[in-house]
């Protein structure tokens, strides 16, 4: 299915948008990708809309990314006998092992682990950060903090140390069962929640074993102390701002967003911008002002993806949201301005052959009359590249491997479309040409680029290029063999 724009969206999938309808409607409205949040919905909930959506892409013949979302570990207060008690600032408040139910001078924080990690002034946050508290003495099975920001805190509310890195797995046994699930199942993209650092991903790794590609959320700000090392580690990046917003002062979060979106497209690896971009859509048909600007800044900045979550799960209009960022996306990717900051912002990598076929595709692409650039890949590698160079005409992703279609639902620009395996370049560029006109991206009077390898399904092997006319009769002329 083509799309009148380059950068991708994501939908979460929830109550609101359970059935067969609804998902072919947020498809057709232009979600490129399908979000399973594993923190909500049974493993049978799952398996369902998974089966649904893979019935959207079988009809509708156009490739479809799952993206499974670990829900990660859950750091939590334990219960209090009033169910709720209020901190004043300046109060002392203690937290410990202790399971008795908690008062508004204690509660049970029943993870050991967070106790072994901090330290005098560490800073603990509850409720999202709504309450912070200072550590003036710990332990090992205590902690005793004076309330900085005060405010309601009651039973199982979420626990943040952002100042440390905790000795805790990003993996927690709930995240073991649904990864193996899911993995069976077959999704092509795994969010791992709570990643602190490259090790995090590569235990992840292990465990997938090539069957999903990885996605790190960056959503800790030892994460982002630990970016280059996690990045190199995974295939790809969801900047996570909720979390990040919770445990960094806000006005950091923007900066660190425009930072990481330019080196994940410097890497070549795939970045979703996620968290509160339509968040008044959940209730409302319309979009606040701030919120659309917000979705221009990401594909302003370049982002392969952005995210709609309770939007689209949970909202009461999750086919509007979609269509909203559609329309924004259109709007702000006509704009002249759009690709001023795309091509200031592109970084020169020449360290490989492909580097430099995908770089010369581009150069051509936009000197001549292009009207796409098709480029074959088994592994996913060469259209990544292209996507990095950002072109100014369409990509064509052929391939003949489908799991490789459908991760590249999730990387900018890329338009996917299965082809069979291939044995010689003659019959790739006849592919190709046929390809782009079936699309609807080029006539028979264009001419297209194409770039592929040689030997032919081997990935890696990037180290062919030729502008080739669609006409069919001419490409046979100029290469009778």
Known sequence: MRRLRNVKIVATLGPA?????????????????????????????????HRII??????????????ADLQGPKLRVGVFANEEEELVEGQSFRFDLDETEGTSARVCLPHPEIFKALEDGTSLLVNDGKIRLKVEKCGADFADCVVTTGGTISNRKGVNVPEVVLPLA???????KDLEFVCQLGVDWIALSFVQRAADVEEA?????????????IEKPTAVTSFEEIL???DGIMVARGDLGVELPVQNVPPIQKRLV?????????????????????????????????????????????????????????VEAVTTMNNVAIEVESDPTYREIIEASRVAKRESVADGIVAAAREIAETTDIKAICCFTQSGTTALLTARER???PIIAMTSLRGTARRLALSWGTNCIMTGELERFKQAVVNAARAAQSAGYAGPEDQIVVTAGVPFNVPGTTNILRVAPCDQRLIFASDPE
Not at 55 to 66: K, W
Not at 285 to 290: L, V
């Open 170 to 176: 990003a993996l927690s046994e709930k995240d073991r």
């Open 262 to 318: 330019r080196r994940c497209r410097a890497a070549a690896k795939p970045v979703i911008v996620a968290t509160q971009m339509l968040e008044s859509m959940i209730e409302s048909p319309m979009p606040t002002r701030a919120e659309v600007s917000d979705v221009a800044t990401a594909i302003y900045e370049g982002a392969d993806a952005i995210m709609l979550s309770a939007e689209s799960a949970a909202g009461q209009y999750p």
């Open 17 to 49: 948008s359970n059935d067969y309808e609804m998902i072919k409607s947020l498809h057709e409205a232009g979600a490129d990708v399908f979000r399973l949040n594993m923190s909500h919905g049974d493993h049978g909930e799952i398996r369902e809309r």
């Open 391 to 393: 072109p100014r005409v």
């Open 54 to 67: 893979r019935e959207i892409e079988r009809e509708l013949d156009s490739p479809i990314a799952i993206l």
């Open 232 to 234: 190199a580690a995974s």
């Open 205 to 217: 790794k292990g465990l997938i074993d090539g069957r999903a590609a990885v996605l790190s959320k």
